[in-house]
Protein backbone atom coordinates (compact mmCIF):
# COMPACT_ATOMS: atom_id res chain seq x y z
CA UNK A 1 0.00 0.00 0.00
CA UNK A 2 1.41 3.43 -0.67
CA UNK A 3 2.66 5.36 1.90
CA UNK A 4 0.31 8.38 2.48
CA UNK A 5 0.86 11.47 4.54
CA UNK A 6 -1.36 15.04 4.35
CA UNK A 7 -0.87 18.79 4.20
CA UNK A 8 0.60 20.57 6.16
CA UNK A 9 2.66 17.15 7.00
CA UNK A 10 3.27 17.40 3.15
CA UNK A 11 4.84 20.38 2.96
CA UNK A 12 7.34 19.78 5.72
CA UNK A 13 8.30 16.81 4.14
CA UNK A 14 8.81 18.33 0.71
CA UNK A 15 11.56 21.25 2.30
CA UNK A 16 12.66 18.04 4.15
CA UNK A 17 13.29 16.49 1.16
CA UNK A 18 15.06 19.26 -1.01
CA UNK A 19 18.01 20.24 2.03
CA UNK A 20 18.18 16.40 3.45
CA UNK A 21 17.85 14.12 0.10
CA UNK A 22 17.18 10.36 0.86
CA UNK A 23 18.72 7.44 -0.71
CA UNK A 24 17.65 6.65 -3.83
CA UNK A 25 16.29 3.14 -4.76
CA UNK A 26 18.78 1.05 -6.47
CA UNK A 27 18.94 0.15 -10.02
CA UNK A 28 20.37 -2.82 -12.42
CA UNK A 29 20.70 -1.15 -15.27
CA UNK A 30 23.11 -4.42 -16.40
CA UNK A 31 19.84 -5.86 -16.87
CA UNK A 32 18.73 -2.93 -19.05
CA UNK A 33 17.82 -3.57 -22.83
CA UNK A 34 16.57 -0.74 -23.67
CA UNK A 35 16.67 3.18 -22.54
CA UNK A 36 14.25 4.63 -25.00
CA UNK A 37 12.73 8.19 -23.86
CA UNK A 38 9.64 8.63 -21.50
CA UNK A 39 6.39 10.69 -22.30
CA UNK A 40 4.38 11.34 -19.96
CA UNK A 41 1.08 13.03 -20.62
CA UNK A 42 -1.22 14.99 -18.13
CA UNK A 43 -4.55 14.13 -17.96
CA UNK A 44 -8.17 15.77 -17.92
CA UNK A 45 -6.87 20.11 -16.44
CA UNK A 46 -3.82 18.96 -16.80
CA UNK A 47 -0.62 20.65 -17.58
CA UNK A 48 2.87 20.00 -18.71
CA UNK A 49 6.46 21.55 -19.39
CA UNK A 50 5.55 23.86 -21.89
CA UNK A 51 3.40 25.38 -19.05
CA UNK A 52 5.14 28.33 -17.35
CA UNK A 53 4.37 27.21 -13.65
CA UNK A 54 4.95 23.48 -14.01
CA UNK A 55 8.18 24.67 -13.13
CA UNK A 56 6.51 25.75 -9.95
CA UNK A 57 3.69 23.12 -9.81
CA UNK A 58 4.97 20.28 -11.71
CA UNK A 59 1.72 18.23 -12.86
CA UNK A 60 4.13 14.62 -12.13
CA UNK A 61 5.13 14.98 -8.19
CA UNK A 62 2.72 18.27 -7.15
CA UNK A 63 3.70 18.45 -3.25
CA UNK A 64 6.37 15.05 -4.29
CA UNK A 65 8.83 17.05 -5.93
CA UNK A 66 9.29 16.97 -9.56
CA UNK A 67 8.80 13.36 -10.55
CA UNK A 68 10.39 14.40 -14.02
CA UNK A 69 13.83 15.57 -12.29
CA UNK A 70 14.14 12.86 -9.94
CA UNK A 71 13.87 9.68 -12.80
CA UNK A 72 16.00 11.83 -14.91
CA UNK A 73 18.22 11.99 -12.18
CA UNK A 74 18.48 7.97 -12.14
CA UNK A 75 19.17 8.08 -15.88
CA UNK A 76 15.57 7.65 -17.32
CA UNK A 77 14.97 10.46 -19.84
CA UNK A 78 11.80 11.89 -18.98
CA UNK A 79 9.41 14.63 -20.64
CA UNK A 80 6.53 16.64 -19.95
CA UNK A 81 3.82 16.86 -22.63
CA UNK A 82 1.88 19.73 -22.69
CA UNK A 83 -2.04 19.39 -24.67
CA UNK A 84 -5.19 20.84 -23.96
CA UNK A 85 -6.98 20.29 -21.10
CA UNK A 86 -10.55 19.78 -21.71
CA UNK A 87 -10.39 18.94 -25.33
CA UNK A 88 -11.18 15.50 -27.48
CA UNK A 89 -8.50 12.68 -26.98
CA UNK A 90 -8.21 13.03 -31.14
CA UNK A 91 -7.08 17.21 -30.48
CA UNK A 92 -4.86 16.36 -27.61
CA UNK A 93 -2.99 13.41 -29.79
CA UNK A 94 -2.49 15.97 -33.00
CA UNK A 95 -1.10 18.39 -30.39
CA UNK A 96 1.54 15.57 -28.61
CA UNK A 97 2.34 14.62 -32.24
CA UNK A 98 3.07 18.54 -33.41
CA UNK A 99 5.54 18.80 -29.77
CA UNK A 100 7.60 15.52 -30.49
CA UNK A 101 8.24 16.63 -34.38
CA UNK A 102 8.29 20.58 -33.76
CA UNK A 103 5.76 21.14 -36.14
CA UNK A 104 2.51 23.02 -36.24
CA UNK A 105 -0.94 21.01 -34.67
CA UNK A 106 -2.58 19.82 -37.44
CA UNK A 107 -6.05 18.39 -36.51
CA UNK A 108 -6.96 17.09 -39.80
CA UNK A 109 -8.86 18.69 -42.38
CA UNK A 110 -11.75 16.14 -42.22
CA UNK A 111 -11.85 15.92 -38.21
CA UNK A 112 -11.93 20.31 -37.71
CA UNK A 113 -14.81 20.50 -40.66
CA UNK A 114 -17.00 17.82 -38.24
CA UNK A 115 -16.14 19.70 -35.26
CA UNK A 116 -16.58 23.42 -36.30
CA UNK A 117 -13.00 24.12 -35.07
CA UNK A 118 -9.71 25.68 -37.11
CA UNK A 119 -7.49 23.28 -38.79
CA UNK A 120 -4.15 24.13 -37.68
CA UNK A 121 -3.16 24.95 -33.92
CA UNK A 122 0.05 25.94 -32.13
CA UNK A 123 3.93 26.35 -33.75
CA UNK A 124 6.35 24.02 -32.25
CA UNK A 125 8.64 24.67 -35.15
CA UNK A 126 12.39 24.76 -33.15
CA UNK A 127 10.50 23.96 -29.48
CA UNK A 128 10.32 20.29 -30.03
CA UNK A 129 9.87 18.06 -26.92
CA UNK A 130 12.61 15.27 -27.72
CA UNK A 131 14.91 14.95 -30.45
CA UNK A 132 15.80 11.87 -32.84
CA UNK A 133 13.08 10.06 -32.95
CA UNK A 134 12.08 7.37 -35.51
CA UNK A 135 11.97 3.61 -35.32
CA UNK A 136 15.39 3.10 -34.25
CA UNK A 137 15.28 6.20 -31.22
CA UNK A 138 11.78 5.06 -30.22
CA UNK A 139 9.57 6.07 -27.06
CA UNK A 140 8.00 4.94 -24.30
CA UNK A 141 4.33 6.98 -23.82
CA UNK A 142 2.45 7.12 -20.25
CA UNK A 143 -0.72 8.70 -20.07
CA UNK A 144 -2.49 9.96 -16.52
CA UNK A 145 -6.41 9.66 -16.87
CA UNK A 146 -7.50 11.10 -19.70
CA UNK A 147 -4.03 10.88 -20.85
CA UNK A 148 -4.08 7.43 -21.32
CA UNK A 149 -7.30 7.75 -24.16
CA UNK A 150 -4.78 10.58 -25.72
CA UNK A 151 -1.78 8.13 -26.10
CA UNK A 152 -4.06 5.56 -27.50
CA UNK A 153 -5.53 7.11 -30.54
CA UNK A 154 -1.96 8.93 -30.58
CA UNK A 155 -0.44 5.20 -31.31
CA UNK A 156 -2.80 4.53 -33.37
CA UNK A 157 -2.62 7.02 -35.81
CA UNK A 158 0.97 6.16 -35.80
CA UNK A 159 0.57 2.98 -37.46
CA UNK A 160 -2.46 2.93 -39.33
CA UNK A 161 -3.16 7.01 -39.91
CA UNK A 162 -6.87 7.93 -40.76
CA UNK A 163 -8.18 7.31 -44.16
CA UNK A 164 -10.53 9.65 -43.62
CA UNK A 165 -8.31 12.63 -43.32
CA UNK A 166 -5.81 10.83 -46.33
CA UNK A 167 -9.03 11.42 -48.80
CA UNK A 168 -10.28 14.43 -47.64
CA UNK A 169 -6.51 16.06 -48.18
CA UNK A 170 -4.80 14.35 -50.04
CA UNK A 171 -2.11 16.96 -51.28
CA UNK A 172 -1.47 18.39 -48.15
CA UNK A 173 -2.15 15.28 -45.13
CA UNK A 174 0.08 15.51 -42.10
CA UNK A 175 2.55 12.86 -41.46
CA UNK A 176 0.34 12.05 -38.80
CA UNK A 177 -2.28 10.60 -40.49
CA UNK A 178 -0.71 8.63 -43.14
CA UNK A 179 0.47 5.90 -40.91
CA UNK A 180 3.17 3.27 -41.18
CA UNK A 181 5.15 4.67 -38.02
CA UNK A 182 3.63 2.13 -35.20
CA UNK A 183 7.17 1.36 -34.75
CA UNK A 184 8.59 4.55 -33.59
CA UNK A 185 6.74 3.40 -30.09
CA UNK A 186 7.85 1.31 -27.67
CA UNK A 187 5.40 0.84 -24.87
CA UNK A 188 2.31 1.98 -23.52
CA UNK A 189 1.19 2.77 -19.98
CA UNK A 190 -1.96 3.82 -19.24
CA UNK A 191 -2.39 5.64 -15.47
CA UNK A 192 -5.71 5.46 -13.94
CA UNK A 193 -7.23 5.60 -17.28
CA UNK A 194 -11.03 5.16 -18.14
CA UNK A 195 -10.52 2.98 -21.14
CA UNK A 196 -14.17 2.31 -20.81
CA UNK A 197 -15.42 6.00 -19.90
CA UNK A 198 -16.77 6.52 -16.33
CA UNK A 199 -19.57 6.80 -14.68
CA UNK A 200 -19.08 9.72 -13.04
CA UNK A 201 -19.86 11.44 -16.45
CA UNK A 202 -23.74 10.24 -16.68
CA UNK A 203 -24.32 13.17 -19.06
CA UNK A 204 -24.20 13.01 -23.03
CA UNK A 205 -24.95 16.17 -23.39
CA UNK A 206 -21.31 17.52 -23.93
CA UNK A 207 -19.71 18.71 -26.91
CA UNK A 208 -18.63 16.42 -29.70
CA UNK A 209 -14.74 17.60 -29.37
CA UNK A 210 -14.37 17.12 -25.56
CA UNK A 211 -12.99 15.20 -23.44
CA UNK A 212 -16.13 15.38 -21.50
CA UNK A 213 -18.10 13.72 -24.50
CA UNK A 214 -15.27 10.95 -25.34
CA UNK A 215 -15.80 9.88 -21.09
CA UNK A 216 -19.10 9.17 -21.14
CA UNK A 217 -19.17 5.35 -21.43
CA UNK A 218 -21.25 4.96 -24.73
CA UNK A 219 -18.53 7.19 -26.57
CA UNK A 220 -15.77 5.87 -25.07
CA UNK A 221 -17.08 2.28 -26.43
CA UNK A 222 -17.55 3.25 -29.42
CA UNK A 223 -14.15 5.60 -29.42
CA UNK A 224 -12.39 1.83 -28.90
CA UNK A 225 -13.64 0.22 -31.79
CA UNK A 226 -11.40 2.75 -33.97
CA UNK A 227 -8.48 2.23 -32.03
CA UNK A 228 -5.61 0.32 -32.98
CA UNK A 229 -3.59 -2.26 -31.07
CA UNK A 230 -0.47 -2.54 -32.48
CA UNK A 231 1.37 -5.95 -32.07
CA UNK A 232 4.83 -4.81 -32.43
CA UNK A 233 4.08 -2.85 -29.00
CA UNK A 234 4.15 -3.36 -25.63
CA UNK A 235 0.80 -2.18 -23.50
CA UNK A 236 0.25 -2.32 -19.90
CA UNK A 237 -2.10 -0.77 -17.67
CA UNK A 238 -2.51 0.56 -13.92
CA UNK A 239 -6.16 0.56 -12.53
CA UNK A 240 -5.91 2.53 -8.98
CA UNK A 241 -8.89 2.01 -6.11
CA UNK A 242 -9.32 3.88 -3.08
CA UNK A 243 -12.72 2.80 -2.16
CA UNK A 244 -13.81 0.23 0.35
CA UNK A 245 -16.91 -2.39 -0.06
CA UNK A 246 -19.67 -1.98 2.37
CA UNK A 247 -21.77 -4.76 3.50
CA UNK A 248 -24.51 -4.00 1.06
CA UNK A 249 -22.28 -4.32 -1.90
CA UNK A 250 -21.77 -0.72 -2.63
CA UNK A 251 -18.78 1.00 -2.43
CA UNK A 252 -17.63 4.04 -0.33
CA UNK A 253 -14.66 6.41 0.21
CA UNK A 254 -11.41 4.97 2.26
CA UNK A 255 -10.93 8.33 3.39
CA UNK A 256 -7.35 7.74 4.45
CA UNK A 257 -6.01 8.05 1.43
CA UNK A 258 -8.31 9.43 -1.06
CA UNK A 259 -8.26 13.53 -1.52
CA UNK A 260 -11.35 14.91 -0.25
CA UNK A 261 -12.23 16.71 -3.48
CA UNK A 262 -12.80 12.93 -4.76
CA UNK A 263 -15.25 11.54 -1.85
CA UNK A 264 -18.36 12.78 -2.66
CA UNK A 265 -18.05 11.56 -6.82
CA UNK A 266 -16.50 8.30 -5.29
CA UNK A 267 -19.15 7.61 -3.25
CA UNK A 268 -21.67 8.03 -6.01
CA UNK A 269 -19.81 6.14 -8.36
CA UNK A 270 -19.97 3.16 -5.80
CA UNK A 271 -23.47 2.76 -5.10
CA UNK A 272 -24.75 4.01 -8.76
CA UNK A 273 -25.87 0.72 -10.89
CA UNK A 274 -28.08 1.20 -14.33
CA UNK A 275 -27.84 1.44 -18.08
CA UNK A 276 -26.52 3.82 -20.55
CA UNK A 277 -28.11 5.75 -23.20
CA UNK A 278 -26.66 2.72 -25.65
CA UNK A 279 -27.84 -0.09 -23.40
CA UNK A 280 -24.74 -0.72 -21.38
CA UNK A 281 -25.10 -2.06 -17.94
CA UNK A 282 -23.24 -0.38 -15.20
CA UNK A 283 -23.19 -3.60 -12.78
CA UNK A 284 -21.80 -3.84 -9.11
CA UNK A 285 -18.06 -4.81 -11.02
CA UNK A 286 -18.07 -1.28 -11.88
CA UNK A 287 -19.22 0.21 -8.04
CA UNK A 288 -15.15 0.00 -7.47
CA UNK A 289 -13.48 3.07 -8.32
CA UNK A 290 -10.35 5.16 -7.16
CA UNK A 291 -12.69 8.80 -7.11
CA UNK A 292 -12.76 9.42 -10.99
CA UNK A 293 -12.92 6.28 -12.47
CA UNK A 294 -14.53 2.75 -12.50
CA UNK A 295 -11.41 0.74 -11.20
CA UNK A 296 -12.70 -1.90 -13.76
CA UNK A 297 -12.51 0.95 -17.15
CA UNK A 298 -8.99 1.35 -16.14
CA UNK A 299 -8.20 -2.24 -16.65
CA UNK A 300 -8.27 -2.83 -20.10
CA UNK A 301 -9.85 -1.10 -23.38
CA UNK A 302 -12.96 -3.57 -24.51
CA UNK A 303 -12.00 -4.25 -27.60
CA UNK A 304 -8.37 -4.82 -27.48
CA UNK A 305 -6.41 -8.41 -25.86
CA UNK A 306 -5.71 -7.84 -22.59
CA UNK A 307 -4.13 -10.37 -19.61
CA UNK A 308 -2.98 -10.20 -16.56
CA UNK A 309 0.31 -9.08 -16.45
CA UNK A 310 2.99 -11.92 -15.78
CA UNK A 311 6.39 -10.45 -15.21
CA UNK A 312 8.25 -14.05 -17.00
CA UNK A 313 5.94 -13.70 -19.94
CA UNK A 314 4.89 -10.08 -21.22
CA UNK A 315 3.36 -9.94 -24.32
CA UNK A 316 3.90 -7.28 -27.13
CA UNK A 317 0.23 -6.36 -28.88
CA UNK A 318 -2.02 -7.46 -25.95
CA UNK A 319 -2.45 -4.80 -22.36
CA UNK A 320 -0.73 -6.51 -19.88
CA UNK A 321 -2.97 -5.61 -16.39
CA UNK A 322 -0.44 -4.33 -13.86
CA UNK A 323 -1.02 -5.20 -10.09
CA UNK A 324 -4.59 -2.88 -9.14
CA UNK A 325 -2.62 0.16 -7.08
CA UNK A 326 -4.46 1.17 -3.98
CA UNK A 327 -4.76 5.05 -4.19
CA UNK A 328 -7.08 7.73 -5.55
CA UNK A 329 -6.90 8.94 -8.68
CA UNK A 330 -4.37 11.61 -7.87
CA UNK A 331 -1.72 8.94 -6.03
CA UNK A 332 -0.06 8.04 -9.37
CA UNK A 333 0.72 11.74 -9.71
CA UNK A 334 2.48 11.61 -6.18
CA UNK A 335 -0.66 13.19 -4.20
CA UNK A 336 -1.99 16.37 -3.50
CA UNK A 337 -3.05 17.01 -0.21
CA UNK A 338 -2.42 13.19 0.45
CA UNK A 339 1.22 13.06 -0.41
CA UNK A 340 2.35 9.55 -2.19
CA UNK A 341 5.62 9.38 -0.60
CA UNK A 342 6.39 6.15 -2.38
CA UNK A 343 5.51 7.17 -6.05
CA UNK A 344 9.31 7.46 -6.74
CA UNK A 345 10.47 4.54 -5.87
CA UNK A 346 7.30 2.68 -7.46
CA UNK A 347 8.46 4.58 -10.98
CA UNK A 348 11.92 3.75 -10.36
CA UNK A 349 10.77 -0.17 -10.50
CA UNK A 350 8.20 -0.25 -13.15
CA UNK A 351 10.51 1.94 -15.77
CA UNK A 352 13.51 -0.47 -14.98
CA UNK A 353 10.77 -3.42 -15.59
CA UNK A 354 10.19 -1.49 -19.28
CA UNK A 355 14.30 -1.12 -19.73
CA UNK A 356 14.52 -4.53 -18.94
CA UNK A 357 11.90 -6.10 -21.59
Partial sequence: MAKIISVPLAIIMLIVSVFFPGSKPEINKEDWNTNYKYVWVHGLMGWGSYDFYYNLFPYWGIFNGDLMKELNSMGYECYAASVAGTASAWDRACELYAQLTGTVVDYGEAHSSRCGHERYGKDFTGKALIDKWDSTNKINLLGHSFG?????????????????????????VSSFFTGGKGDWIYSMTSLAAPHNGTSAYSDNSSELDTAAYD????????????????????????????????????????????????????????????????????????????????????????SAPSAEYNPDSVTKGVWNVMPVYRGDHMSLQGGMTKVNTDIFEYYVNYLDMINSL
Avoid: H
Fill in 215 to 302: MYIDNALELNKSIYTCPDTYYFSIACTATDKNADGTYSADTEIMEKMFQSSANEIGRYTGKTEAGFEIDETWLENDGLVNTVSSLAPS
Fill in 148 to 172: GATIRVFASLMAVGSEEEMKASPDN
